[in-house]
């Protein structure tokens, strides 16, 4: 009976022991919670691009002072296409609005197109229009991209600017039928060229290549104004003077492929560093 008092009471003591170590030991930490890894930041950064294209060109009408003062009917006023070249630098504000500023050239497209014009009972005179047109364009645009899918980015944008709109060639082949009689007349004009406000909306997807190279397939629809030639000569001599001539409302649908080379690529994301037990 004493044995196994002495065995209990030895226990208790062992236990009494351990409690106590166990509460001079230090409770360790909590293991650090998972943070998920933060989206990259929105960038900002320098561009440059360029563009070549083709312009599908209109005119509204050809207004003179002879169309203004008798009745006046224009038939096939329009242009050929023509080839564009534009050159421009940006800056990307942060990964859905961007805008940059951009010098064109278009390419000489050829004029066409004729007036009829009924100067009394019997008395119709046709103008024969020809010439080319081509246009010096400075734009200042803003874009905004529509999101990314597979690498492919929508846009939309707009732009104002100017554009010198120059006449060259310009000469107006005249058939006169007045009582009966038919007569012909050839007028020519020097070349002229003259600014004009500019605005364009813009459209397209962009397919980004690496982090700093971007390839663009877009539409503009641009409104470059106004378009005049020079003085004019008729081919006898027998008349000239400062034309009255304008070719208004210039418009153009254009075809784009372009490229942007960013000169601040964004930044890489680094992952935060793993936290390994010890």
């Known amino acids: 009976m004493r ?59 050809i207004d003179s002072a002879t169309a203004a003062a008798f009745p006046t009917t224009t038939t096939g006023l329009g242009f050929d296409s023509s080839p564009l070249f534009g050159l421009g630098v940006g800056y990307r504000f942060n990964n859905w609005f961007r805008g940059d500023v951009t010098g064109q050239y278009r390419g000489k497209a050829t ?8 100067l009394g009972p019997g008395d119709i005179n046709v103008n024969n229009y020809s010439g080319s047109k081509s246009e010096w364009v400075v734009m200042a645009n803003a874009y905004v991209d529509l999101g990314t899918w597979w690498c492919i980015t929508p846009f939309i944008g707009a732009g104002v600017g100017g554009s010198y709109n120059k006449l060259t060639g310009f000469r107006d082949d005249g058939v006169r039928y007045t009582g009966g009689v038919l007569s012909n007349s050839v007028t020519y004009f020097d070349t002229n060229g003259k600014w004009n406000f500019a605005w364009a909306a813009h459209a397209g997807l962009a397919y980004k290549v690496n982090p700093g190279f971007t390839v663009e397939l877009a539409y503009s ?35 784009k492929l372009g490229v942007r080379w960013d000169l601040n690529s964004p930044p890489a994301y680094m992952p935060p560093p793993l936290v390994t037990k010890g």
């Open 3 to 61: 044995s196994v008092k002495s065995l209990l009471a030895a226990g208790a003591a062992t236990l009494i022991s351990s409690m106590a170590f166990a509460a001079d030991m230090p409770i360790a930490a909590p293991p650090p919670m998972y943070a998920p890894p933060a989206p990259p930041a929105d960038f900002g950064g320098w561009y440059l691009r360029g563009d070549i294209g083709m312009t599908n060109q209109s005119a509204k009408r």
């Open 111 to 118: 004029l066409h197109g004729s007036d009829t014009v009924l």
């Open 221 to 255: 629809y641009m409104d470059l104004g106004d378009a005049a030639p020079g003085n004019f000569r008729a081919f006898d001599g027998s008349i000239s003077g400062t034309s009255t001539i304008k070719v208004k409302d210039i418009t153009s649908h254009d075809i």
